[in-house]
């Protein structure tokens, strides 16, 4: 499990600024000594030279830097787009199964499907937060597989709420897959090689430049470390969808529940009032 993750359980304003200030300590403090030992006369022999390829590198950096943030960001919105369609998919099984002329295979079905949706909100969620696959939310899909399988369509109009049903729950099966395959999409360790890399270097470099003024070259320095932690924080953040304070969450699933526990009292209330 990568470090990233633990990061992730920190609020994000305090994450935020563990990252952003520490960033600005290191380079600021470097920046400090380097000054102090380093003759400025030596520096401002080669300022000119230093500063081209200060320039040179950082423009990459940037490249790079972008490149991740985009890279992140783009997988980020194409996982909530899976888990949206997802929920409709859930939303749409749902009313199809609700809605099922036949009343006891409907409650039949429905039983079986409510019991996925629980294990969905109670245990597959909770475990993809943690980056952990859950066992028991497969086995009870595959029950109303067998459920909807095993239903004997009276009319064309059951068999057509059927082949929907099959429909939805497809549509349903495969978005849930594309969702447990998101979980291994974290930035690669690797990757974070030449990310701290080149932050070091580019600091390194900036460090080279002659600024007459000591406090104004270390002030200079440490907000380009305040910056660089402000990327690595958007990293960190868009990294792991479905963990920390703004992670994905199963709101969809968790609508079905209220749905189904609205319908039950609305039933109860008729019940109550043909008896009276």
């Known amino acids: 499990m990568a470090i990233t993750y633990y990061m992730v359980q920190i609020a994000p304003l305090y994450l935020f600024l563990i990252l952003t200030i520490s960033t600005a300590l290191i380079a600021g403090l470097a920046t400090y000594l380097f000054n102090k030992k380093i003759q400025v006369k030596v520096l401002r022999s080669h300022n000119e030279v230093t500063g081209f390829i200060f320039l040179a590198i950082t423009s990459f950096y940037a490249l790079l830097l972008s490149f991740v943030v985009f890279i992140v960001w783009g997988q980020l919105n194409q996982t909530r787009a899976n888990a949206s369609n997802e929920g409709s998919s859930a939303m749409g099984l749902y009313r199809d199964i609700k809605y099922y002329p036949d009343p006891i295979a409907s409650k039949k079905i429905m039983t079986a499907y409510l019991n996925y949706v629980y294990f969905v909100v109670d245990e597959e969620f909770p475990n993809m937060a943690i980056m952990k696959l859950s066992r028991k939310t497969p086995e009870s899909l595959s029950r109303v597989y067998y459920e909807i399988e095993n239903l004997k369509p009276g009319?064309?109009?059951?068999?057509?709420?059927?082949?929907?049903?099959?429909?939805?729950?497809?549509?349903?099966?495969?978005?849930?897959?594309?969702?447990?395959?998101?979980?291994?999409?974290?930035?690669?360790?690797?990757?974070?090689?030449?990310?701290?890399?080149?932050?070091?270097?580019?600091?390194?470099?900036?460090?080279?430049?002659?600024?007459?003024?000591?406090?104004?070259?270390?002030?200079?320095?440490?907000?380009?470390?305040?910056?660089?932690?402000?990327?690595?924080?958007i990293i960190i953040l868009l990294d792991h969808p479905y963990t920390g304070h703004i992670g994905i969450k199963p709101k969809a699933y968790k609508e079905i529940f209220t749905m189904e526990e609205t319908s039950s009292d609305v039933q109860q209330k008729q019940i109550i009032q043909s008896h009276k």
């Open 155 to 233: 009319s064309t109009f059951q068999s057509q709420l059927v082949t929907e049903m099959f429909n939805h729950l497809n549509q349903l099966d495969s978005f849930r897959g594309q969702r447990i395959m998101s979980i291994e999409t974290e930035v690669p360790a690797p990757i974070w090689f030449p990310l701290i890399i080149g932050a070091i270097i580019t600091v390194i470099c900036s460090m080279l430049l002659d600024i007459e003024h000591r406090k104004v070259h270390i002030a200079i320095n440490s907000m380009l470390g305040a910056f660089i932690g402000m990327f690595f924080f």
